[in-house]
């Protein structure tokens, strides 16, 4: 992709007709590149985009607002989604007998957790108004939390089935390498997986 258009995006077959965008996209074709914008036509319904707010790259989240609200349309809907950890790893690690650790020393870690995914659904919703500021744009945008799991790959692609989204909006991961987009873009049936990267350097 140029540098204008930084995000990676996987297209389910069913998709290609539900989206449109201003970006012109490279596709093959005998051997001949062609530039194809492949999201110029779209059927007169109303699309959901959910976008993934991960408190370890609250960066790639912020910018995977950023491009939902430029994506969006008229009638559209945003649906920010935090899927939280039952127990942080590095949490459970610091400790030396996890199992002997009492009600009041778990709760506070839970605490903590809860705390670090507000604060990240905080920063997306201030990027969100601010973007649809800048653009001019009206867009509805819904912030949810997703019960805890030990598995926040695979609930939040359940958590797009369930909100009945189209599109999943992401940022890259920590250190831009993280697990969940290859995960979704290898998962994700039915379903237009976006990766936003043009914040990385």
């Not at 389910?12 to 989206?19: C, E, H, I, N, R």
């Not at 036509?41 to 491009?67: F, Y």
């Not at 430029?70 to 007998?97: C, Y």
């Not at 890259?172 to 350097?201: I, N, Q, W």
Request: glycine content about 8%.
């Amino acid at each position: 992709f140029g540098s204008s258009f930084s995000a990676r995006i996987t297209l389910a077959p069913a998709a290609l007709s539900d989206f449109r965008c201003r970006h012109l996209v490279a596709w093959r074709r005998c051997g001949r590149q062609r530039p194809l914008d492949m999201f110029s036509t779209r059927a007169l319904r109303r699309i959901k985009l959910l976008v993934g707010v991960g408190v370890k790259d609250i960066e790639g989240s912020c910018a995977a607002m950023r491009k939902a609200v430029e994506f969006a349309a008229p009638g559209d809907k945003i649906v920010a989604m935090h899927v939280p950890q039952v127990m942080p790893e590095m949490m459970l690690t610091s400790l030396s007998d996890p199992s002997e650790a009492g009600d009041d020393c778990l709760a506070t870690m839970a605490n903590l957790t809860t705390k670090a995914g507000a604060a990240a659904q905080q920063k997306v919703r201030e990027v969100a108004e601010a973007e649809q500021a800048r653009m001019g744009k009206q867009v509805e945008i819904e912030y949810k939390v997703a019960a805890p799991t030990n598995d926040i790959r695979s609930s939040l692609l359940a958590a797009c089935r369930y909100e009945g989204a189209g599109m999943l909006v992401m940022g890259p991961g920590a250190g831009g390498f993280g697990s969940m987009p290859p995960y979704a873009s290898a998962h994700a049936d039915g379903l237009t997986v976006c990766t936003v990267r043009e914040h990385l350097k």
